[in-house]
């Protein structure tokens, strides 16, 4: 007796989001990404087709980062000059996308101008096709300044800027509005903060198709459990609907993953734990995993096997089922 297979069908789907513009679009990239616009929950093939594989994005630093040994050995020989580092993740790693982070623009951390903030992004552009992430260092009256400017400088490059927070939204909306990029709206792991911060710039007349939800994350325990909850409610709202929770959703996997001490303590330290060589790469792989199954569109990681691991799941996760 055949089995009957229940589907759901949704009304609505989540938005699309494109990043990078190639020379015929007015920008100078290889190719272009296409996030979202899937039709049901994340990887039901019987319910809807995963539209857009999710892209992987590995992480480069304009300062040398004080990461653990087993990250070191990975970057190390191209870590004082980012463009060099872009380029062995997209070339030797195979990342879908670059994440650039400019931790040099920090006071107190380099206190790097917005000009040399821009010679950077610019020479990462010339070194690499693919789709660009740029955030700033996270104080928010230093990133208005250095995110204006890139803003401008990379005109046209469909770039994805980050971070529009509730209390610092206006400047970076204003300069992705103006000069053709998107933007990454961050909120504190809260679903009403995120709607209401996603109605704020949709009201500045920023189209949702150029917004993409950072939800924030865990990387172990109560924080990526909770992060899993807000997302599959994103997921459900947009798949009933609600266009203020309907677009493509990044998780800053590697950066969250790496700095608990449980994916790096040594090994010495901690024997029960097993070596420190597999135990960070499966941890962000695995968080990765999880992620995925919640529903991210982009995920910012760090290790490049974790991240060939997490592309190997999405291939499998994205095949065609036969019901």
């Known amino acids: 007796m055949a089995v009957e297979i229940l589907k759901d069908r949704n009304p609505s789907r989540v938005g699309e989001v494109v990043l990078?513009?190639?020379?015929?679009?007015g920008g100078t990239r290889a190719y272009s990404?296409?996030?979202?616009?899937?039709?049901?929950?994340?990887?039901?093939?019987?319910?809807?087709?995963?539209?857009?594989?999710?892209?992987?994005?590995?992480?480069?630093?304009?300062?040398?980062?004080e990461w653990p040994e087993e990250l070191a050995r990975c970057y190390r020989d191209v870590w004082q000059d980012p463009a060099q580092w872009a380029k062995k993740c997209v070339e030797e790693y195979r990342a879908d996308l670059v994440y650039l982070r400019l931790e040099g623009a920090d006071p107190e951390k380099g206190n790097r101008s917005p000009e040399e903030c821009v010679a950077t992004v610019k020479q990462v552009l010339a070194a690499v096709g693919a789709p660009l992430v740029v955030v700033g260092c996270g104080v928010a009256e230093k990133d208005n300044q250095v995110m204006e400017a890139?803003?401008?400088?990379?005109?046209?490059?469909?770039?994805?800027?980050?971070?529009?927070?509730?209390?610092?939204y206006r400047t970076l909306?204003?300069?992705?509005?103006?000069?053709?990029?998107?933007?990454?709206?961050k909120s504190p792991l809260d679903i009403n903060i995120c709607k209401q911060l996603n109605i704020l710039?949709?009201?500045?007349n920023l189209q949702s198709n150029r917004i993409v939800i950072d939800p924030s994350i865990g990387g172990l325990g109560y924080g990526i459990e909770y992060a899993f909850s807000i997302m599959e409610r994103l997921r459900l709202g947009a798949l009933q609907g609600d266009?203020?929770?309907?677009?493509?959703?990044?998780?800053?996997?590697?950066?969250?993953t790496w700095r608990h001490k449980e994916a790096a303590a040594p090994e010495a330290e901690y024997p029960e734990w097993g070596a420190e060589a597999e135990r960070g790469v499966m941890w962000e792989a695995t968080a990765a995993a999880a992620l995925l199954q919640a529903g991210a569109h982009i995920l910012l990681m760090r290790h490049p096997r974790a991240a060939t691991l997490t592309k190997a799941l999405i291939d499998e996760l994205a095949r065609p089922t036969d019901f």
């Open 243 to 256: 266009r203020m929770l309907a677009m493509p959703v990044l998780c800053t996997v590697g950066q969250e």
């Open 33 to 65: 990404l296409r996030v979202g616009g899937d039709p049901a929950l994340p990887f039901h093939q019987f319910e809807g087709e995963t539209v857009n594989r999710p892209a992987v994005a590995l992480e480069v630093v304009d300062t040398v980062p």
């Open 20 to 25: 990078g513009a190639t020379r015929e679009e």
């Open 173 to 185: 909306v204003a300069a992705c509005m103006v000069h053709g990029h998107s933007v990454i709206a």
């Open 201 to 204: 710039v949709t009201d500045m």
């Open 150 to 168: 890139i803003a401008e400088a990379a005109a046209g490059e469909k770039l994805l800027l980050g971070n529009a927070e509730p209390d610092n």
